[in-house]
């Protein structure tokens, strides 16, 4: 379990079902994938693709997403939902108090 009642998404079939809801926002540094979910839980998972970079920027591109969820979500995110947080190419290099501010927005 994540810090402040935030559960992970761990499998395929959940990321999948996140991205087939089509509720996202696109903002400059993330992408936020929103679906209904387990009643009374909040869950969130973390996925950069190739066009982050390489493993080394995909990596600090979700530790960056990782640590914002962790400060964020419990506060902002609704009771039973699932959210996946999507890095863009600018996400390793994006200031983290705009992906703060990008985050809060979503």
Do not use: W
Request: hydrophobic share 45%; glycine share 8%; aromatic share 4%.
């Amino acid at each position: 379990m994540a810090s402040g009642g935030v559960e992970r998404l761990r499998r395929r079939a959940d990321y999948l079902r996140v991205q087939a809801a089509e509720r996202r926002v696109a903002l400059p540094g993330l992408l936020l994938q929103a679906a209904p979910g387990e009643a009374g839980c909040r869950r969130v998972g973390f996925t950069a693709s190739r066009k982050v970079g390489n493993a080394v920027a995909r990596n600090r591109a979700k530790r960056r997403l990782k640590a914002l969820a962790g400060e964020i979500l419990p506060l902002h995110a609704a009771s039973g939902h699932d959210y996946v947080l999507v890095a863009r190419q600018a996400t390793p290099a994006r200031e983290f108090q705009a992906l703060r501010r990008d985050l809060e927005s979503a």
